[in-house]
C-alpha cells in the first residue's frame, strides 16, 4: 500500500474543496436517491441507503437535501430522474488503470466527458473488461484516527469479518468483503467507534509505480474526471510514492 496514504489525504483535502463548490454534495444526493430507488425508502432496512445518508451527513450535506433525495428514489415525492449506472475503463500516463463509474441520466453526455476527460489530459479509452480484472470488489470503512486507535479498529473489526486495516495517514482504512460489510460497520459501532463512511469499492489487485511525471498525469486525468458530474468514482491502480507525492505538491 505504499504511496496510498499521502494520495488517499490529498484526495480528501481536495474532496472538501468540491464539497464547496458543490459537486461532492450532488453526488452524495445522487448516492442517496439510487439507494433508495433500489432497495427502499427504509434506512433501517436498506443499509446501503444508510451508508448513503451516514456520509452525505458527515461531509455536512444539508438533512433537507438528503431527505428529499430519499423521497425522490422512493417514490415518495416526484422528480427524481432515471440514473443508470455506466462504467468505462482506460489507462493514464505511464500504463496505469482507470476504472470510471458514472450514475447518469446521459449515456451519450457521460461517454463524452469521460472521453474528452481521459485523452485530453495524456489518456486513453480501453475497452470493457480490458482493465477491471486488474481490480477487486471490496467493502471499505473508513474510520477518523481522531475517534479510535489502529487497536480499537482491528479488534472490532477482524472479529466481524475485515481483511486488513490500512494506514492512510489521518484515517484507518478497513477492508472487507462486500458481504460482510454491514457487520463491520456494526460491529465498529457498537464498540463506540465512529466511522467516515461505509461503502463498497474497487481496489487495484496490483498497483504499478509511477514517477513524477506519470503521477501529474494521473492525477490530471483523475481532477478532470470527477469534474464530471456525471462521474461518481474514479479508481486507479497508480502507487504514487510519498516522496513523489512531496514533489509534485
Known amino acids: 500500500m505504499s504511496g496510498h496514504s499521502k494520495w488517499a489525504t490529498t484526495k480528501h483535502k481536495k474532496a472538501a474543496i468540491d464539497a464547496k463548490r458543490g459537486k461532492l454534495f450532488a453526488k452524495l444526493v445522487k448516492n ?36 428529499r433525495a430519499r423521497k425522490r428514489g422512493s417514490g415518495e415525492e416526484a422528480g427524481g430522474a432515471e440514473w443508470q449506472t455506466v462504467w468505462y475503463e482506460g489507462y493514464a500516463g505511464g500504463g496505469v488503470a482507470l476504472l470510471v463509474e458514472c450514475l447518469t441520466d446521459n449515456r451519450n453526455r457521460a461517454a463524452s466527458e469521460v472521453r474528452v476527460a481521459v485523452t485530453r489530459n495524456g489518456g486513453s479509452m480501453g475497452d470493457a473488461g480490458s482493465v477491471s480484472y486488474l481490480f477487486t470488489r471490496k467493502g471499505v470503512v473508513l474510520v477518523s484516527k481522531e475517534g479510535a486507535s489502529e487497536d480499537d479498529v482491528t479488534l472490532a473489526a477482524v472479529e466481524a469479518g475485515a481483511e486488513d486495516v490500512n494506514d492512510l ?3 484507518w482504512e478497513v477492508v472487507c468483503e462486500p458481504t460482510d460489510l454491514v457487520a463491520v460497520r456494526t460491529a465498529l459501532q457498537e464498540a463506540g467507534v465512529d466511522y467516515e463512511s461505509a461503502e463498497t469499492s474497487f481496489l487495484p489487485s496490483m498497483e ?31 502507487d504514487i510514492s510519498d516522496e513523489v507525492m512531496e514533489k509534485i505538491g
Not at 225 to 231: G, K, R, T
Open 208 to 238: 504499478v509505480p509511477v514517477g513524477e511525471d506519470d503521477a501529474k498525469k494521473v492525477m490530471r486525468v483523475v481532477d478532470a474526471l470527477e469534474d464530471s458530474d456525471d462521474v461518481q468514482n474514479v479508481y486507479t491502480n497508480a
Open 32 to 67: 442517496v436517491e439510487v439507494a433508495a430507488r433500489t432497495g427502499g425508502g427504509d434506512p433501517d432496512g436498506n443499509p446501503t441507503l444508510y451508508d448513503a445518508i451516514q456520509k452525505a451527513k458527515k461531509n455536512s450535506v444539508p438533512l433537507d437535501n438528503i431527505e
Open 169 to 171: 495517514g489521518e484515517s
